[in-house]
């Protein structure tokens, strides 16, 4: 497998354990008091372990394949990933900066994935 494809695969998987914390901290909050909030969190805390272990696992191929100076810019993927899934999941809303930010992101992304 490419070295870009497996940081796609990374950034995936780390976009999927940071919702999973996501999905913690509100399960959390919408727990009432009496009830056991562990008991509630503790399945997504321990689905965002196993997701960002793996990502982890495969960041380690990442780095065999491609320079760090350019797998870890390309990992900014994520910032993209995580606003797209928070919108689309938890309704957050981004503002205009923010989406000027991303779109940033992504031209720095293609400017750095260029051959000179």
């Known amino acids: 497998m490419s070295g870009y494809l497996l940081i796609l695969l990374v950034s995936v998987l780390t976009c999927a354990g940071q919702l999973c914390q996501k999905q913690a901290a509100v399960r959390w ?14 399945g997504w805390l321990a689905g965002a372990l196993v997701l960002l272990g793996v990502a982890l696992l495969f960041w ?5 394949r491609l320079p760090l100076s350019v797998a870890y810019p390309v990992l900014s993927l994520n910032f993209v990933l995580v606003t797209l899934a928070a919108q689309g999941i938890f309704h957050e809303r981004a503002t205009s900066r923010h989406w000027w930010g991303v779109a940033a992101i992504m031209v720095g992304i293609v400017l750095m994935g260029l051959n000179p």
């Open 29 to 42: 909050q919408q727990c009432p008091p009496r009830q056991n909030r562990r008991t509630v969190t503790l």
């Open 60 to 64: 380690l191929g990442v780095l065999q």
